[in-house]
């Protein structure tokens, strides 16, 4: 990869955070990482609108739905997500984002300098990622899937 100036912002809190942050430290890489901690869930589009490229690494299934991929895809972010269920469910490989195999680091870190590099495919995934999520999980969509969803309930009985 081309020498490209990064930062990293990790959000959120949890139990890798001191490992992460000592790591961080020990590669003389602190500089270039922000760790916000938690945030307020009405602070999330701000803070997506910060950023150029949102990743998200689950290793285990407990993504019941992948909220923050859509979150980020809604404010026009292409996003890096492992192929747990959740995220599969709603990022449209190479189309929203990138879907890379859990626990390869890799193939995340060859998905994410690959839209480091390219300033295009960004944009365009961004850009998708906001059609995919207004066609597919917009407040209209939901309700009007919600009403369907009731109403075949309603006619089998």
């Not at 992460?20 to 945030?39: D, E, M």
């Not at 495919?121 to 407040?139: D, I, P």
Request: aromatic fraction near 6%.
């Amino acid at each position: 990869m081309k020498n490209v100036d990064t930062h990293l912002v990790i959000v959120g809190s949890g139990p890798e955070e001191q490992n992460l942050k000592a790591l961080a430290q020990s590669l003389n890489l602190s500089h270039q990482v922000t760790f916000k901690g938690y945030i307020e869930n009405s602070l999330v589009p701000q803070v997506l609108n910060e950023l150029d490229i949102f990743v998200a690494l689950s290793r285990l299934d407990s993504e019941s739905f992948g909220v923050a991929a859509v979150e980020a895809n809604a404010c026009e972010l292409p996003v890096v997500v492992s192929d747990v269920s959740g995220f599969k469910e709603v990022v449209v490989h190479e189309k929203t984002g990138l879907v890379v195999e859990r626990d390869n680091p890799e193939a995340a870190a060859k998905a994410i300098c690959g839209l480091i590099e390219d300033e295009g495919l960004r944009l365009t995934m961004g850009r998708a990622g906001r059609e995919h999520v207004l066609r597919n999980y917009s407040w209209d969509v939901s309700v009007d899937r919600m009403v369907e969803a009731y109403s075949e309930l309603l006619n089998e009985e």
